[in-house]
């Protein structure tokens, strides 16, 4: 499968919505390992302006990334209770709340022109997150000679991508910085870490597992190979990178105390995330997805939070996403950082 892609390194650079840049995509695609770019909040007009930005600076392969979570079943008066929940922090900033909270951005599932962009676009891997692709979208997307990968977060999801025709599974272990990638936040969560995850769905599936979840250094990318996986995909090891999104407040997070205490929390965006402390977190406290307005609904009401909160200097309402492997980020430029993990893993071959 990575001789279709040409790729020379068993290295996936995670998709980060907000965080990833062509510029980091580039960079880690032309010094051989797959770039990814985060399309799951972009419009297709963002989305487009990013693949350009990409194709621009390479002529690697590279991976587009999307979501396709449910529809979010809406409840208004829980919706209204956060608001009103939230207002005090608001007020602190001298804001208002938003009367009502907005869907901020829809499934790959429900999103037609998205689709079509992918297709156009024919990027050598698209990849999904939060759930199982349909038929036509794999059919759609396989056409164009298109792999396709997805995340899972237990044996059970892994069959069900396997059944759907997904080339490559993403074993996505509770470390895992940012979003986890369970199909339904409400179920039971095993909380698997990624190595036990790892060898579970290299013995349950026929099809290609990729690690992700606390691999910050070519140890870990080594230890993901000889657990079974083909390759290695992180995430939290770009964000340092001066090519990713990151802004300085995020990069101070990464670097400082916090980074020795992620938390997984519902409460930012309203499904289950990875992120450093936060003090949205602070306010809203511990709590399951249920108890939370549903994703990515209740993302609005944080990122207006943080919103209200930056115009007066205040950076602890971002949504700084990281995995458990945070303190061992590093702040090289992006094709250096893949180098020195290369050289860490001691060459791993594809
Ligand atoms: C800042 C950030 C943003 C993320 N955004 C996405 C995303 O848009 N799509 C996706 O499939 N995974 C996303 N993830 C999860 C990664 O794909 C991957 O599972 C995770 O980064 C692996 O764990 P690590 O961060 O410890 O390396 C994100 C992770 C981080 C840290």
């Not at 470390?175 to 349950?204: C, I, K, N, Y």
């Not at 115009?311 to 995995?323: D, L, T």
Request: include cysteine.
């Amino acid at each position: 499968m990575w001789e279709k892609l040409a790729l020379t390194l068993p290295l996936i650079q995670a998709p980060m919505a907000g965080v990833a840049t062509p510029a980091l995509a580039a960079a880690v695609s032309n010094a051989g390992g797959l770039g990814s770019l985060g399309l799951g909040a972009s419009t297709v007009e963002q989305a487009r302006q990013m693949v350009a930005a990409l194709k621009a600076q390479t002529r690697g392969p590279f991976n587009l990334n999307v979501f396709i979570h449910a529809a979010p079943q809406r409840d208004l008066a829980q919706e209204l209770a956060w608001l009103k929940q939230a207002s005090p922090v608001f007020e602190k900033f001298g804001a208002t709340p938003p009367s009502a909270l907005q869907e901020i951005y829809t499934s790959c599932l429900d999103n037609p022109d998205m689709v079509r962009l992918l297709v156009e676009e024919r990027p050598a891997v698209v990849s999904f997150h939060f759930g199982v692709p349909s038929a036509d979208l794999c059919t759609a997307l396989k056409a164009e000679g298109i792999l396709l990968l997805a995340t899972a977060t237990c044996v059970q999801e892994a069959r069900l991508l396997e059944k759907a025709g997904i080339d490559a599974i993403i074993a996505q272990g509770f470390e895992a910085g940012g979003h986890r990638g369970m199909f339904d936040p409400q179920s039971p969560d095993d909380q698997l870490s990624t190595l036990v995850l790892t060898r579970l769905l290299v013995r349950a599936c026929q099809v290609p597992i990729i690690a992700a979840g606390g691999i910050m250094d070519g140890y870990g990318v080594a230890a993901a190979r000889a657990s079974g996986a083909m390759a290695a995909q992180l995430g939290t090891a770009f964000i340092g990178c001066p090519e990713s999104a990151a802004d300085a407040a995020y990069r101070a997070a990464l670097t400082g105390p916090g980074a020795y205490h992620t938390r997984m929390t519902p409460v930012i965006s309203g499904r289950p995330a990875r992120t450093l402390p936060n003090m949205f977190m602070e306010h809203f406290g511990e709590r399951p997805a249920h108890q939370v307005p549903a994703y990515p609904v209740a993302y609005d009401a944080a990122k207006a939070l943080h919103a209200a909160a930056k115009n007066h200097g205040e950076f602890g309402f971002a949504a700084q996403w990281a995995g458990q492997g945070a303190p061992l980020a590093r702040t090289l430029p992006a094709a250096e950082l893949v180098a020195v993990l290369m050289q860490e893993a001691g060459g791993v071959a594809l």
